[in-house]
């Protein structure tokens, strides 16, 4: 079982920044690839960006690249989401998840969950 607890989260304007945390204790945090999903209301979950075991390699859905970047520091056992320039259309609850794939996509590669932190950009 491996505990996520995402942070950050908050109202911002749009075109402005937010930095969202997600911490997993124990030591298996570097055994896992890192990613992270949206869900708007109504809408399904959706995927934004990844992160391999070692952080050397990311990738990221295209209608946030450019303006999202993942990482991670395997030592304080967080991967960090900046998001900037942000639009309307980011609102959504993100979540942070495990994954024992080398460099996941797709919901069905994640395994465990945190419980989320909403993001709203006003216009």
């Known amino acids: 079982q491996v505990q996520l607890v995402e942070s950050g989260g908050g109202l911002v304007q749009a075109g402005g920044s937010l930095r969202l945390s997600c911490a997993a204790p124990?030591?298996?945090?570097?055994?896992?690839?890192m990613g992270w999903f949206r869900q708007a209301p109504g809408k399904e979950r959706e995927f934004v960006a990844a992160?391999?075991?070692?952080?050397?390699?990311?990738y990221a859905a295209d209608d946030v690249k450019g303006r999202f970047a993942v990482s991670r520091d395997n030592g304080k056992n967080t991967v960090v989401l900046q998001m900037n320039s942000l639009k309307p259309e980011d609102t959504a609850v993100y979540y942070c998840a495990t994954s024992r794939s080398l460099l996941p996509n797709q919901l069905a590669d994640f395994d465990y969950w945190g419980q989320g932190t909403q993001v709203t950009v006003s216009s």
């Open positions: 992160i391999t075991r070692n952080g050397g390699g990311t």
């Open positions: 124990g030591r298996t945090f570097s055994f896992y690839a």
